[in-house]
DNA sequence: GCGACAG
DNA sequence: ATCTTGTCGC
């Protein structure tokens, strides 16, 4: 599908930190997502072999999860993990990725941060800007916050604060089991995020679209 | 200076 | 994330 780049991604840590400052301005992560209009949800996923990476995005009906469209592509690994610019490392892959599809999800779920992030831009937001479509981030461990306790139940959910500001939510999407750190990516809000990854969460404890990209990407874990 | 730190 | 077997718990 069509991509709108903002910038090269062949940068310094240093460049990738002022392009974020840059770009965070850009990011709407106040806008909810209406869930009755939605009929298609992609779930994102890299894995890194070696030096490869491999990029996964797999697009199923929602809400009964039928796989209508699965692509892939495969590069070096451009980048070193650095914590607060994940975007710069699997940006690349995603982007060749991200271009192959044919069919229109309606929103993506990434497997990382949206706005849960210290600068405010974590991945989800950032292929929310090339994408120019709603985007969700779904953490599996937390990169900033804090939170309060938060109940066992299923479906139970408190927000995630960061210098006084609520950035997402912390969500128990399976009785009994870690949390996963929700937040908006682009075009999307804290409520309506919660609500979509919740409903995409029918039995285990990750969004079913983003096992399937993990399954896609060749992972194991 | 010390601790924290998505994938 | 990845390297890796068996094992504890719902």
Not at 121 to 138: N, Q, S, V, Y
Not at 209 to 219: D, E, N
Request: proline letters at 10%; hydrophobic letters at 40%; one cysteine or more.
């Amino acid at each position: 599908m069509k991509l709108h780049p903002r910038h090269a991604w062949d940068v310094s840590p240093a460049e990738a930190v002022a392009l974020q400052k840059r770009l965070a301005g850009e990011v709407v992560a106040d806008r909810p997502i209406d869930l009755r209009t939605v009929r298609l949800v992609a779930g994102v996923d890299v894995s890194v072999k070696q030096n490869r990476s491999h990029a996964a995005i797999v697009v199923s009906t929602y809400p009964d999860f039928r796989v209508v469209e699965t692509v892939t592509a495969e590069r070096p690994t451009p980048f070193p993990y650095i914590p607060g610019l994940l975007s710069f490392r699997e940006g690349p892959v995603l982007e060749e990725a991200l271009e192959q599809l044919r069919s229109g999800p309606d929103v993506f779920l990434f497997d990382g941060m949206g706005t849960a992030h210290p600068r405010r831009i974590g991945i989800a937001c950032h292929m929310g800007l090339w994408l120019e479509r709603p985007t969700i981030g779904c953490g599996k461990t937390r990169l900033v916050g804090r939170n309060d306790p938060l109940p066992e139940e299923k479906g139970a959910h408190v927000p995630l604060v960061d210098r006084g500001e609520t950035i997402g939510a912390v969500v128990r999407t399976r009785t009994g089991t870690h949390p996963l750190f929700v937040s908006p990516g682009h075009l999307a809000d804290i409520p309506s995020a919660v609500a979509l990854v919740l409903a995409c969460t029918p039995k285990f404890r990750l969004p079913e679209p983003i096992r399937q990209a993990h399954k896609a990407a060749g992972a194991f874990g």
